[in-house]
């Protein structure tokens, strides 16, 4: 509600918002070295009212480039598909595939 209240005179198209998820990983030949770092992100927009039942959070409000629904209405099955933790887990297991194939 509060986001709502804040973005009440905003129109459609400077409503956008951005996802991010960054995950960070120490290796056991490295433990005191630099963690290595994946960043996914999912842009898309704040709606002007909640829907869907689905998710949680900021869910119901947001929908992602490319699609008409939100993220709550979008279901788990497509969430989990493009979402920012999706796309930061699939860089993670690219870096780990990339290193398991050099040993």
């Known amino acids: 509600e509060k986001l709502l209240a804040l973005l009440t ?6 409503r956008t918002a951005r996802f991010r998820c960054v995950l960070a990983l120490v290796t056991r030949d490295a433990p005191s070295g630099p963690p290595h770092f994946f960043e996914g992100t ?3 927009r704040i709606q002007f009212a909640p829907s869907g039942d689905g998710g949680f959070g900021y869910d119901p409000l947001f929908v992602p480039e490319g699609f008409e629904q939100s993220f709550a ?5 497509v969430k989990n598909r493009i979402s920012h933790r999706a796309r930061a887990l699939e ?3 690219n870096w780990l595939q990339s290193v398991a194939a050099s040993r």
């Open 9 to 14: 005179d905003v129109p459609w198209e400077k």
């Open 42 to 44: 999912c842009e898309g």
């Open 73 to 77: 209405e979008l279901g788990h099955e």
């Open 91 to 93: 860089k993670l297991r």
